[in-house]
């Protein structure tokens, strides 16, 4: 710690990442992103960078785009319902995320800056989710990446349970995690791909859940004091429930695509291998350097052709799923 | 170069306040057209909708060559592609979009190399599917339009 501050290296997964910032409730965005992870040690590989910084008003943003920037996309805005500008200004990527900041991403140095109007204002999730998204691309040049998703482990198979917001995700996950199977992360696991295979791992952190959710499960109460107030959903540490575990590293063995939907009983149905792509694709790949993304597109489609996946028409019938994924899992 | 067949430029359920015969004759009683060229009423329509619209309506970029069988059409190399259970699955490296081709498509897809000639690549197909020859043509042609309109292609 610094001051109000902090410059925290964590230890993702072998990967340094270091952020520096003065300002206190980056600070705790910073740890509620990825304190989860431990001490990452001195030395071995460059560590990635993150600077973030506070500003009283968007106009406060000391980067701007140059006369040369090319607005290349848009991508949802973390947390939010805005979308972020993307921009290619010479070597740096800009992430516009207009009235709420902007980062500026040196990919090939290993480093984000960003700049966030009033963070202190933000509700917690939300100044995390910044945080969150400048490790993620700083990761991803290493070759590992994050998946909008739960994933949980049993036995050392892993089952990825990747989907939008609102799509069954965490309700699958803690009825999974109720049965016995192991959490990795219930919003962002991360996926690495080695010679001997892909791999999936855990990403500590809260778990955040509807009052709906919360009503499934009547024993996430257990951890009523440590429950917070987010902006849509309240969060809670694993840890606090009697019962639910975490996991570790895996292979994984199921990947799931699952739809909420108004019925009584769920179906799953084998999903087809070019189908389960589309559907992985855009809860991994924001489309930033080229050559990255079209190394994470191989990546994602060696990982759909190895890997059993199945559409999961999500019923009322939560309690039911992890017979049915034991069996899936069995059979894989 | 086969002809490319003459179609309503809208389908009539999608315009029912409209009759557009493919005989060429004037628009029926129900119609409202006025006494317009039918070149012309297809590059005003083709004007007002955007180019993935024109596509699903089967109707072509005005302004856009025509397609001829000694023409090449090799892959973007802006372009990451993956065959899966025989689709393909393509990244748009410089929109990120994807788009995902169906198993014709994708032997297309798969031929389009820089080298051969679209008449080369209809033979294939043709050898490849049971399918006649103005078919054959009109599927790869309305393919290759659509890839080069969506810059997943390149032309020489």
């Not at chain 1, 040196?106 to 963070?119: C, K, Q």
């Not at chain 1, 990982?303 to 939560?318: I, K, Q």
């Not at chain 2, 493919?22 to 060229?37: A, E, K, R, V, Y």
């Not at chain 2, 014709?104 to 051969?116: F, K, N, S, Y």
Request: aromatic share 6%.
């Amino acid at each position: 710690m610094t001051g109000t501050g902090c410059e925290s290296p964590y230890d993702v997964h072998g990967h340094g990442v270091r952020v520096r910032t003065e300002d206190a409730a980056l600070a705790f965005s910073a740890r509620e992103a990825l304190g989860g992870f431990g001490p990452a040690p001195d030395g071995g590989e460059p560590m990635l960078e993150i600077e973030l910084h506070a500003v009283a008003r968007r106009t406060d943003v000391p980067v701007r785009p140059s006369a040369a920037a090319v607005l290349v996309g848009h991508a949802p805005q973390p947390g939010g319902t805005v979308g972020c500008a993307m921009l290619r200004d010479g070597p740096l990527w800009l992430l516009d995320f207009d009235d709420a900041g902007l980062f500026a991403l040196d990919l090939d140095a290993g480093r984000v800056e960003g700049w966030l109007v009033e963070p202190g204002r933000m509700a917690p999730d939300w100044a995390a989710s910044f945080v969150l998204l400048a490790a993620i691309e700083l990761l991803r040049t290493r070759g590992i990446y994050a998946v909008h998703g739960a994933a949980l482990e049993k036995s050392g198979r892993g089952v990825l349970i990747a989907g939008p917001s609102g799509c069954g995700k965490t309700t699958a996950c803690l009825a999974l995690a109720r049965a016995g199977y192991r959490v990795l992360s219930d919003d962002h696991p991360l996926l690495r791909f080695a010679a001997a295979g892909p791999e999936l791992l855990p990403f500590p952190g809260r778990i955040a859940v509807t009052e709906r959710t919360i009503g499934w499960f009547p024993e996430l109460r257990q951890a009523q004091d440590g429950f917070r107030q987010d902006t849509r959903k309240r969060s809670f540490d694993l840890a606090d429930v009697a019962g639910y575990r975490t996991g570790h590293a895996c292979r994984p063995a199921l990947l799931v695509f699952p739809r909420i939907m108004e019925c009584d009983r769920s179906v799953l149905e084998p999903l087809g291998k070019a189908r389960a792509l589309e559907e992985l694709l855009p809860q991994t790949l924001l489309v930033l350097d080229a050559a990255l993304a079209a190394r994470q597109f191989q990546s994602m489609a060696a990982l759909v052709r190895e890997t059993p996946a199945y559409r999961l028409y999500f019923g009322e019938d939560v309690a039911a799923l992890p017979q049915r994924i034991d069996r899936l899992l069995e059979a894989a | 170069m086969p002809d490319e067949p003459e179609k309503a430029f809208i389908p009539r359920h999608l315009r029912p306040d409209l009759t557009f015969p493919d005989d060429g004759s004037p628009p029926g009683p129900g119609g409202t057209l006025p006494d317009t060229p039918r070149p012309e009423l297809r590059r005003r329509a083709a004007d007002l909708l955007g180019a993935a619209l024109r596509d699903c309506l089967g109707v072509g970029d005005p302004d856009a060559p025509p397609l001829g069988p000694e023409q090449v059409c090799g892959r973007s190399s802006d372009v990451a592609w993956t065959a899966v259970d025989g689709e393909a699955v393509l990244l748009d490296l410089a929109s990120g979009y994807y788009f995902s081709l169906n198993p014709v498509g994708t032997a297309i897809w798969e031929l389009l190399d820089g080298e051969r000639t679209l008449g080369a690549i209809h033979d294939a197909v043709r050898g490849r599917f049971r399918v006649d020859r103005e078919t054959a043509w009109e599927d790869l042609a309305a393919l290759v339009r659509r890839l080069r309109g969506e810059k997943l292609v390149t032309m020489r």
